[in-house]
T-cell receptor, first 113, second 112 residues
Framework: KNQVEQSPQSLIILEGKNCTLQ??????????LRWYKQDTGRGPVSLTI?????NTKSNGRYTATLDADTKQSSLHITASQLSDSASYIC????????????FGRGTSLIVHP | DTAVSQTPKYLVTQMGNDKSIKCEQN?????MYWYKQDSKKFLKIMFS???????INETVPNRFSPKSPDKAHLNLHINSLELGDSAVYFC???????????FGEGSRLTVL
């Protein structure tokens, strides 16, 4: 059964600090992994996409890593800002077939001033 | 220039009523979805629909029925609403080549 597990469930940090969110998956065959950011009261928005051959990808202060062998990904946020407070969702898509992605339960990040 | 728009944003209704949520996308995507986000913020797919096929998640009660008049619209009709149907429902669309999901802003349904 395809599963995506995220940790921690929630995280509170001070503004300006760095943090790392984790995602483990069992989706197979693997196509890609995306990190989405969901602000309160809004729909999720894609931050990064990682394919099988990619190890690291950055989008501003967000850096995603992927280890396809261990089926793990991380999202590192550098110099956090208050606007980073949101839920971060790891989504893994299989290759072929119906292309239905599997969602993690998300990590709720709160950045305090 | 809204990409994925859904209405209404808020819906409060009584148990047993029938209601619909509408969704439209102007991105030219082939696939559209309905997701349910519960109180614990978990997004769970309900339906995926494209030009060729409607994929029904077997855990969705048959009180829920998607209707797609054309490729740009996917509406969700719910019969005999129950308390447990209270949630935020998100419409999304994606292109076939990348699979990136583009979400609407959500429709918060409250069943009293």
């Amino acid at each position: 059964k395809n599963q995506v597990e995220q940790s921690p469930q929630s995280l509170i940090i001070l503004e300006g600090k760095n943090c790392t969110l984790q995602c483990n998956y069992t989706v197979s065959p693997f196509s890609n992994l995306r990190w989405y950011k969901q602000d309160t009261g809004r729909g999720p928005v894609s931050l990064t996409i990682m394919t099988f051959s990619e190890n690291t990808k950055s989008n501003g202060r967000y850096t995603a890593t992927l280890d396809a062998d261990t089926k793990q990904s991380s999202l590192h946020i550098t110099a956090s800002q208050l606007s980073d407070s949101a839920s971060y969702i790891c989504v893994v898509s299989p290759s072929g077939g119906s292309y239905i992605p599997t969602f993690g339960r998300g990590t709720s990040l709160i950045v305090h001033p | 220039d809204t990409a994925v728009s859904q209405t209404p944003k808020y819906l409060v209704t009584q148990m047993g009523n029938d209601k619909s949520i509408k969704c439209e996308q102007n991105l030219g995507h082939d696939t559209m979805y309905w997701y349910k986000q519960d109180s614990k913020k978990f997004l769970k797919i309900m339906f995926s629909y494209n030009n060729k096929e409607l994929i029904i998640n077997e855990t969705v009660p048959n009180r829920f029925s998607p209707k797609s008049p054309d490729k740009a619209h996917l509406n969700l009709h719910i019969n005999s609403l129950e308390l447990g149907d209270s949630a935020v429902y998100f419409c999304a669309s994606s292109p076939l080549n990348t699979g990136e999901l583009f979400f609407g802003e959500g429709s918060r349904l409250t069943v009293l």
